[in-house]
């Protein structure tokens, strides 16, 4: 008697590849039929949950249409397709299951946050009511869940240099999978199904994310990783598992070998790392990433003193409209905010600085900013970019108190001539050098030689620090009464534990500013 055919369904969600792709490859060599899917979820398209944004914005929208396209002409290439749907994987799967009555298993590598837990819920569900196995693996991460020395997940560091230090010196990294050439068809009567256009799913515009970069993971290395160039791309391709961080770790490997160990593939891993240190904070605190205290008052927690803090966070929608639309009189900030706006993109750098602004000048919830940041970001990841936040906000897993940026320090850091600032904030282009930092510190002669109006032309300060001062030639002679809000000085430390190279005239040229800790 023969053997019933037997088929699996892939359900592919933030891990768009073909390349060490545990899914598909466990598929491979259990199925006479792999039908990879790929389930465009309304859930995605509806608003954040605190302040009702969009959840997916333009940029990455269009981001992740072309990571499908791509995907899909991957797998024909190897005999196969991407099967795409509307609707919530649930219902797709159980329809596919009824369907071909021949479904042994659904297979999807696991995730680590409530709204894609929940998923997973349902998907267990309805292969439980079918009759049909779940099978499931763990993914996202550089180093393997199941390998690292903190076991059960509640014993993780809460402290990222505790955890790196332990992983680095006891874990080791998996090697990754390759995929077969040729790969089982699909079952008789699945159609691949048409890819969504952004009007379909509601949308517009956004800039095309892969202009200046490849899907292809053979395209990552050469003199690239030396010369610091491909912080965008590989950050990008993260974000949605287009490329893994296994075969990532094993470029740099290959590179160093054969070329040279240097700073900046030492780097690459390390902001690896932090993206695995999030999302293992994701799992060891679960929905308290979300709550406005944070990490705060959990017993989880190693540090001492830390329950009774409690921020009185406001919700001011005027202030938070000039922070989303780059209009605080604040140009390093206002020139990053506009970049993202245009882009999906912000630097490293940048992020660290306008989170530190939101939460630290103005005082405003640290999940407006996060949830802003979930609407626009093209290499949005939901652990990185609330863990962030979290930091940021000093509620989450920084070592020191009341971390605070210098926000003039910072430009004239890092933007030292002021190249950035012009570029994004173009009506303070007459003014010359860094003086382009503070416009409200110059006369009102120096002004309008730059063509500069204070309040009708460029905004006025919606706040300034205190400790702004002693970076500026001259103190303020223009200043918003109401609004310059006592924070007194604090020390001014970047997220990332290394020194950052200068004078660069554009924050995305430097690799160390890449977008490794807040994305992907």
């Not at 079952?187 to 799913?201: F, K, N, W, Y």
């Not at 005082?363 to 093209?378: I, K, P, T």
């Not at 005239?505 to 690799?511: I, K, M, V």
Request: charged share 25%; with cysteine.
């Amino acid at each position: 008697m023969s053997r019933a055919a037997r088929a699996v369904i892939c359900l592919l969600r933030c891990d768009l590849r073909a390349h060490d792709n545990q899914v598909l490859h466990w598929a491979q060599d259990n199925a006479d039929f792999v039908i990879p899917l790929y389930c465009f979820d309304p859930r995605h398209y509806l608003g954040t949950h605190c302040f009702g944004f969009p959840k997916t914005g333009p940029h990455r929208l269009r981001f992740l249409l072309e990571s499908v396209k791509d995907l899909r002409e991957t797998l024909k290439k190897k005999g196969s397709t991407l099967v795409v749907r509307k609707g919530k994987p649930e219902d797709v799967v159980r329809d596919l299951i009824t369907q071909l009555g021949s479904v042994s298993a659904v297979a999807f590598h696991e995730e680590a946050t409530q709204e894609e837990l929940d998923v997973e819920k349902g998907l267990c569900q309805v292969c439980s009511q079918h009759g049909v196995k779940i099978q499931t693996f763990w993914a996202s991460t550089l180093y393997h869940r199941d390998d690292l020395p903190f076991r059960p997940i509640t014993r993780l560091p809460d402290v990222y240099t505790h955890f790196r230090r332990a992983v680095e010196s006891e874990a080791k990294v998996r090697p990754t999978l390759r995929m077969a050439d040729q790969l089982k068809p699909l079952a008789p009567g699945v159609e691949e199904g048409c890819i969504p256009t952004m009007e379909d799913l509601g949308q517009k515009g956004g800039s095309s994310a892969l202009s200046s970069c490849s899907l292809s993971p053979c395209r990552w290395g050469g003199g690239e990783i030396e010369k610091g160039k491909s912080e965008k791309s590989p950050g990008l391709r993260l974000a949605l598992g287009c490329i893994s961080p296994r075969y990532i770790y094993e470029q740099i490997q290959k590179y160093e070998k054969e070329r040279t160990a240097n700073q900046s593939t030492y780097w690459v891993l390390f902001e690896l790392l932090w993206r695995d240190y999030f999302r293992f904070v994701a799992l060891k605190y679960g929905r308290r990433i979300f709550s406005s205290r944070g990490v705060y008052g959990s017993p989880c927690l190693e540090r001492k003193g830390l329950q009774s803090k409690e921020i009185p966070w406001k919700k001011d929608l005027q202030l938070f409209d000039c922070w989303k639309e780059g209009k605080t009189g604040v140009p390093f900030v206002d020139a990053n905010m506009r970049e993202l706006n245009a882009t999906g993109f912000m630097s490293n750098r940048g992020r660290q600085n306008v989170a530190s602004f939101l939460t630290k000048d103005l005082g405003l919830d640290w999940r407006m900013g996060a949830e802003w940041f979930e609407y626009l970001l093209v290499d949005y990841n939901v652990c990185s970019n609330y863990g962030n936040w979290l930091y940021s906000a000093g509620i989450g897993n920084d070592p020191r108190d009341n971390r605070k940026f210098n926000i003039i320090k910072q430009g004239l850091d890092y933007d030292g001539n002021g190249d950035y600032v012009r570029l994004w904030v173009p009506e303070l282009q007459g003014i010359k050098g860094a003086d382009i930092h503070s416009p409200w510190a110059l006369s009102s002669a120096a002004l309008s030689q730059a063509g500069v109006t204070l309040g009708e032309t460029y905004p006025r300060p919606v706040v300034t620090a205190p400790e702004w001062s002693r970076h500026i030639s001259q103190r303020p002679n223009v200043f918003l009464a109401g609004r310059a809000w006592e924070f007194g000085d604090s020390h001014i430390c970047a997220v990332m534990e290394h020194r950052h190279l200068r004078g660069s005239p554009s924050l995305n040229t430097d690799p160390k500013n890449g977008t490794w800790l807040w994305s992907t």
